[in-house]
């Protein structure tokens, strides 16, 4: 069972690999980090497989078992490269191999620096061995590192996308946070996996606890080859040149120049109704205004105590609700409305309308 499940995931990876490299994309160095995640992901697992067949020489079936040091830091450069459009890589980005060389220096004294018996001895007995145990603890250690990293990233990149877009729906935010859910998940089966390793004695139970972590790669491979069916370009980012203000700073004093840029920021929404454009950002407001993005940022962030997303939102909603009690208007359907007030995603505006009014918009309809 364990082969023939390592035999579709095998197929799925090389298919993924292949895809992300021929697929027509702006994002190509984000696609590049993935399919040599499936590839190496693929060497890697092949054990289970051919381990049946053939035997590798000592030292190839080593470095077979270390390249998934490599596997982490692809995930965490696929999410950032994801994320900022003009991301580039730099001389800093090789500390990313660090894992893999510290783990072939831990293996490097007993084993690859040793005689082919020794070699031989430690790999038959690799998880009763202190080089064994260590690797099971470093790894889990680089991949809890990983996800910590990408968890933060993924929390700067919603707090980027709150305070320069009034629309989330159309970057892939929700796709890389669905698959560092799918990524945490995954690292707590296999953390039980690993740590049955150190402690556990039972051959069958860690077989089950291979299959079972097997058979969840393969929904989470399945799962990718969907989204990437569905959507190959997987959404737009960001630019790196957008910067966090910081909320926490000192800013309780309003001078007369920041109430009239106060004054000038609410009397355009209300007049001029920019929201209505769903691709609003703030850089566009901040051209029609003539302030800068920063200055903008800081108004609303520090002086009114929103993001720009629910800034721009609640004067959406406003003006939904006045179209949904509207006699003229009566006979739009509720999508007719949502796109008319700006939304482009029914499940953003139907979150932000009962966050505010704490109903459905059909249930408000109704009410009035």
Same mark, same amino acid.
């Given at each position: 069972m364990?082969?023939?499940?390592?035999?579709?995931?095998?197929?799925?990876?090389?298919?993924?690999?292949?895809?992300?490299?021929?697929?027509?994309t702006s994002?190509?160095k984000?696609?590049m980090f993935?399919?040599?995640?499936?590839l190496?992901?693929?060497?890697?697992?092949?054990?289970? $497989?051919?381990?049946e067949?053939?035997t590798?020489?000592?030292?190839?079936e080593?470095?077979?078992?270390?390249?998934?040091f490599f596997?982490s830091?692809?995930?965490?450069?696929?999410?950032?490269?994801?994320?900022y459009?003009d991301?580039?890589l730099q001389?800093?980005?090789?500390l990313?191999?660090l894992?893999?060389v510290i783990q072939?220096?831990i293996f490097?004294?007993?084993f690859?620096f040793?005689n082919?018996?020794?070699?031989?001895f430690?790999l038959?007995n690799?998880n009763?061995?202190?080089?064994g145990?260590l690797?099971?603890?470093?790894g889990l250690?680089?991949s809890?590192?990983y996800?910590?990293a990408?968890?933060l990233e993924l929390?700067?990149y919603?707090?980027l996308?709150?305070?320069n877009?009034?629309?989330k729906?159309?970057f892939n $935010?929700?796709?890389?946070?669905q698959?560092?859910?799918?990524l945490?998940?995954?690292?707590?089966?296999?953390?039980?996996?690993q740590v049955?390793?150190l402690?556990?004695?039972?051959?069958e139970?860690l077989?089950?606890?291979?299959?079972?972590l097997?058979?969840?790669l393969?929904?989470?491979f399945t799962w990718?080859v969907?989204?990437s069916?569905?959507h190959?370009?997987?959404?737009?980012?960001?630019?790196?040149?957008?910067?966090l203000i910081n909320?926490?700073?000192?800013?309780k004093h309003i001078?007369?120049?920041?109430k009239?840029?106060?004054?000038k920021?609410?009397? $355009?929404m209300e007049?001029?109704?920019?929201?209505?454009?769903?691709?609003?950002?703030l850089?566009?407001?901040s051209e029609?205004l003539?302030l800068?993005?920063?200055e903008?940022?800081?108004?609303?962030?520090?002086?009114l105590?929103?993001? $720009?997303?629910?800034?721009?939102?609640?004067y959406?909603?406003k003006?939904a609700e006045k179209?949904?009690v509207?006699?003229k208007e009566g006979?739009?359907t509720?999508?007719?409305i949502?796109?008319?007030?700006g939304?482009?995603s029914?499940?953003?505006f139907y979150?932000?309308?009962?966050?505010k009014?704490?109903v459905?918009p059909s249930?408000?309809?109704?009410?009035r």
């Amino acid at each position: 069972m364990l082969a023939i499940t390592t035999i579709f995931i095998l197929f799925i990876s090389l298919l993924l690999a292949l895809f992300l490299l021929t697929v027509k994309t702006s994002n190509k160095k984000a696609n590049m980090f993935l399919s040599v995640y499936f590839l190496i992901f693929a060497v890697h697992i092949s054990v289970f $497989f051919y381990s049946e067949y053939i035997t590798l020489p000592a030292v190839l079936e080593m470095l077979r078992d270390h390249i998934a040091f490599f596997t982490s830091p692809l995930l965490f450069l696929y999410v950032v490269s994801s994320i900022y459009s003009d991301f580039k890589l730099q001389p800093k980005h090789l500390l990313h191999v660090l894992p893999f060389v510290i783990q072939v220096f831990i293996f490097s004294p007993r084993f690859y620096f040793a005689n082919t018996s020794t070699k031989n001895f430690l790999l038959e007995n690799l998880n009763d061995t202190p080089e064994g145990k260590l690797s099971i603890i470093f790894g889990l250690s680089i991949s809890f590192f990983y996800l910590i990293a990408m968890f933060l990233e993924l929390s700067k990149y919603k707090q980027l996308l709150l305070e320069n877009y009034s629309n989330k729906s159309v970057f892939n $935010f929700k796709w890389l946070y669905q698959l560092f859910i799918l990524l945490s998940i995954i690292f707590c089966f296999s953390f039980f996996k690993q740590v049955y390793k150190l402690f556990g004695t039972d051959v069958e139970i860690l077989n089950i606890s291979r299959l079972i972590l097997t058979l969840i790669l393969v929904g989470f491979f399945t799962w990718i080859v969907l989204k990437s069916m569905y959507h190959p370009q997987l959404f737009r980012n960001i630019n790196t040149d957008h910067l966090l203000i910081n909320s926490n700073s000192d800013h309780k004093h309003i001078n007369k120049s920041t109430k009239d840029d106060i004054h000038k920021l609410l009397s $355009f929404m209300e007049d001029e109704e920019p929201y209505l454009d769903a691709s609003l950002t703030l850089k566009n407001l901040s051209e029609q205004l003539e302030l800068s993005s920063h200055e903008i940022s800081t108004l609303i962030n520090r002086n009114l105590n929103q993001h $720009f997303f629910d800034f721009v939102n609640q004067y959406r909603i406003k003006k939904a609700e006045k179209m949904l009690v509207n006699s003229k208007e009566g006979k739009l359907t509720i999508q007719q409305i949502m796109y008319a007030v700006g939304f482009n995603s029914k499940s953003s505006f139907y979150s932000a309308f009962k966050k505010k009014t704490g109903v459905t918009p059909s249930e408000y309809r109704k009410a009035r």
